[in-house]
Each structure stands twice: as C-alpha cells, then as structure tokens.
C-alpha cells in the first residue's frame, strides 16, 4: 500500500498505510466514504457503478489487515444504481448504508455518526470512537494495485458547473492541469460572449480557456475575456482597477486641539 503511494482521496490525501497501520489494535469498524462531499461531484458514484467489485475486494483486503468483521458502505440516497449494485456485490457482508443526501454527509465526522451513531468529539479522532473512514476511491486504488501492481497513477474526476459545455466523468492522469481537462469539457463558449455582450460585461476565467468560435464572436461584439491562473490574480487586478475608477473619499480625523491666544 505505501509503495503504490495510496492516498486520501477525499481530499485530505493522508497516507493509506499510515492511517491503517495506527488503526490495527483500536478500531472495530471500518466505513467506505462513498457521499460526496460537495455538490455536483459523482466521482463516487461512477466509481461504484463501475468498480464495485474492486470496492468490496479492497474492503476484504483492509479487514484481514485490521482483522475485522464489521464494515459499513456510505452512499447518499440520490445514488440509487450505486446503492443497489454495492448491495448486490456485498451479499450481505457488510452493512451498505443508504445515506440522506445532506451538506456535508461526506464530512468524516458526519459520516461516522450517521453510519454508527458514535460522535467523535472536539480532538478526538476516528480511532478514539473504534472507527476508521477510508474513502471508496481509495479503496478502489488499493485493490487495483494489488492486482495489478499499478500505483496510484490516475482517478476519476468531475468536471461539471453551469459553464461546463459537456460536463462528465473522467479517469484522469494525476498532474493533469484543470485547465486542460476544463478546455477538453468545453470552457468559454459563444454562448457566454453573448450573455456578456448583452449585460455589457467582461468574461472571467479561471484555469479555462475559449475556443475559437467563443474568440471570434468576442473580437465582433467587442467583449474582454481576461483568464487567470489562481483567483489571486484576479483580485489584485481589480483592486488594481478600483482605485482608479472610484472616487475618492474623504475622512475627517482629529488628532488633538490646540488653542491660540
């Protein structure tokens, strides 16, 4: 596990083998994080509906490590394909937990209560309360590495939003730029430069770029598209801007009273 560089991949991306080789001794539960913890992202879903087997082969694996008998599925209930094809694979080894689809179920904290109705209190962790949450990517990643002997090289990723041309699922080299994968998803499109034409706005973007026919309607209808790497750039340049723009204001301040005779 540590040499196929298995990680978090809720986004923490905590070693796997460091989580597990300090669980061994003071967990009796294991819970696969399968809610997504932000809206929008099925990255979990797809890998359930795709990769169940490797799932609860990876859960059979980190049971044997931990020497355990007790393990729970968390998937929201708007996951119903996901849900009923885990259950079918699990045959009843392990609870899958239909899970209300609330902001944060996928919260490690969140999850640990609604899956076991233990609450992990303020400087505790998961191993205090006997739980240890591993995400189902990361599941997934380690029992094909097993069997495969591939490391971590690649996961699924959303790219979705309501500029997104052609949102979807995607398996996805790690390294790869969101700018990349943002412009292969359809980023700034013809369809903006006219909204922008119309409000008499400028377009800004963050890691995404216009295609060609989003560049010519913006040289014909005279609209700016400004793209940044990090939202810090943007900042400062409207800052920038702003001080520029905006007339000044005067403050009154009294430092003392002075009186002349």
């Known amino acids: 596990i540590r040499e196929g560089g298995i990680v978090g991949m809720g986004g923490a991306t905590f070693p796997t083998h460091v989580k597990l080789s300090s669980a061994i001794g003071k967990v009796d539960t294991i819970i696969v994080n399968a809610g997504e913890c932000e809206p929008y992202i099925t990255a979990d879903d797809r890998l359930c509906r ?8 990876g859960i059979q694996v980190i049971m044997k490590i931990l020497g355990l008998t007790k393990a729970h599925i968390g998937i929201e209930n708007n996951k119903p394909e996901a849900i009923k094809l885990m259950r079918e694979i699990a045959n009843g080894r392990y609870e899958v937990r239909e899970l209300k689809s609330t902001y944060p179920q ?3 904290k969140v999850i640990i209560y609604h899956c076991t109705g233990r609450r992990v209190m303020e400087g505790q ?3 205090d309360v006997g739980v240890v949450v591993l995400n189902v990517t990361s599941v997934g990643c380690l029992m ?11 996961r699924i990723t959303s790219v979705t939003g309501e500029y997104i041309k052609n949102p979807g699922n995607f398996l996805v080299r790690i390294g790869t730029s969101a700018a990349d994968l943002v412009a292969a998803c359809g980023g700034i499109t013809e ?3 006219t909204f922008a ?11 995404v770029r216009p295609d060609k026919q989003a560049m010519d309607s913006a040289d014909r209808q005279n609209v700016e598209i400004r793209t940044y790497r990090v939202i810090y750039e943007c900042i400062e340049e409207i800052q920038a801007a702003m001080k520029g723009m905006l007339a ?5 301040n009294i430092l003392g009273h002075a009186e002349v005779r």
Request: glycine letters at 12%; proline letters at 7%.
């Open 50 to 57: 795709e990769y169940a087997q490797e799932v609860i082969s």
């Open 106 to 108: 996928g919260a490690e």
């Open 125 to 127: 962790l998961p191993s």
């Open 144 to 154: 094909r590495g097993i069997k495969t002997g591939m490391p971590l090289v690649s």
């Open 191 to 193: 369809g903006d430069v």
């Open 197 to 207: 034409a119309a409000s008499n706005a400028i377009i800004v973007g963050f890691n």
């Open 248 to 252: 000044p204001k005067f403050r009154e």
